[in-house]
């Protein structure tokens, strides 16, 4: 999978707003992005996933830039249930590598 | 709807005892995954099962590991002659469509070997 970009933490107050940035200036035309998250002592959490238009979900909205060399993942609420930790990663669709890896990804921390 | 679910949520084991770690997947599901996750470490593919076809062995780490899906659905990875080092949490996930497709995991088998 091509590499992906993410600062390794973030923090929010619950109830506002986390914009979650991810750089993947190597993306293919036929990659999506995906994010999944990963809550502690929990398995791995599909979130969003998207190929150039925005899309939302009852989790999140994925904003993706106009040359897909960047996106954003959108929590509109932050709740203490969201902190976790986020990666973003790339997958092309339909391709022969369907065995999933995580980078390390963005560890959000919500503050009450 | 129900979602992957995997039992037993945990399991103690005597080193040299054989293990078998069950994996329901979401009804209609084609694909199904194995992984298993070490304290703080990432995601290490153990298998994969897409339909009919012949499974993806490549990521098993030695010959004391298998398994099976039986009827397209339901998956057990079994481990004989359990060691230390095969303690960790093993995750089944399952998929709607083939490879590159999002997966749905379920909450895992903590496995302790000691």
């Known amino acids: 999978d091509a590499k992906t970009t993410q600062p390794n933490s973030m923090e929010s107050n619950e109830e506002e707003p986390v914009h979650l940035p991810c750089n993947h200036s190597?993306?293919?035309?036929?990659?999506?992005i995906h994010w999944y998250r990963q809550l502690p002592s929990q398995g791995p959490e599909y979130v969003i996933h998207?190929?150039?238009s925005n899309v939302n979900n009852r989790m999140a909205s994925l904003a993706i830039a106009e040359d897909r060399k960047s996106s954003t993942l959108i929590l509109h609420r932050a709740t203490l249930r969201d902190a976790a930790v986020y990666y973003c990663i790339l997958r092309e669709s339909g391709g022969s590598n369907y065995k999933l890896t995580f980078g390390k990804g963005t560890l959000l921390t919500v503050n009450p | 709807g129900a979602g992957v679910s995997q039992s037993p949520s945990n399991k103690v084991t005597e080193k040299g005892k054989d293990v078998e770690l069950r994996c329901d997947p979401i009804s209609g599901h084609t694909a199904l995954y194995w992984y298993r996750q070490s304290l703080g470490q990432g995601l290490e593919f153990l298998i994969y099962f897409q339909g009919n076809s012949a499974p993806d062995k490549s990521g098993l780490p030695s010959d004391r590991f298998s398994a099976e899906r039986t009827g397209g659905s339901v998956s057990t990875l079994t481990i004989q002659r359990t060691q230390q080092e095969d303690s960790a949490v093993y995750l089944c996930?399952?998929?709607?469509?083939?490879?590159?497709?999002?997966?749905?995991f379920g909450p895992g088998t903590r496995l302790t070997v000691t």
């Open positions: 996930a399952s998929s709607p469509r083939g490879p590159g497709y999002e997966q749905y």
């Open positions: 998207g190929l150039t």
């Open positions: 190597t993306i293919s035309g036929t990659d999506y």
